[in-house]
């Protein structure tokens, strides 16, 4: 069995975690929002933002699944009252991932080159929630913007 290298993307054509990786593979956006836990400054892709917004967004049903299927309660994981394993893991997570997702939010707003404070948006109820999640989808600037960090 060969292998052809030129088939596979090397890690080595990855722009710096400071520039917007588009397209950015699964793996390639949880590990850039890893490594970029409290990274406000950049810009950030498409990809890199909504690949872990994803897997957030998904873990609490992920842990109500497993609970289901080890235990045989089947119920919707309520975290305004921890009162077991599964309710505490589903905190513990939000809060370790709270940081990174404020700071991938603002990074991709970056990259639409607008200034992270629109993430405040998010405050008014409904139409903010709506118009934030339109500013996040939107396509980056291409080429340099005012948010690229200095090399």
Known sequence: MTSDAT???????EPPLTQP????????????FLQNYATFRGRGSR????????????????????N???????RLIDTRVVQDVPEAVVVLFSLVTLLPLLAVT??????????????????????????????LAMKGVPGANRFDVAR
């Open 68 to 74: 289901g299927l080890v235990t045989g309660e089947w």
């Open 106 to 135: 603002w990074r991709r707003l970056h990259d639409t080159n607008r200034t992270g404070a629109w993430f405040f948006l998010v405050f008014l109820p409904i139409i903010g929630w709506i118009a934030l999640a339109i500013l």
């Open 7 to 13: 088939s596979r993307p090397s890690r080595l054509a």
């Open 47 to 66: 990809s890199e933002f909504w690949w872990p917004t994803l897997v957030i967004l998904l873990f609490p049903y992920a842990v109500m699944a497993i």
């Open 21 to 32: 990786f588009e397209g950015a593979s699964f793996p390639a956006a949880i590990r850039r």
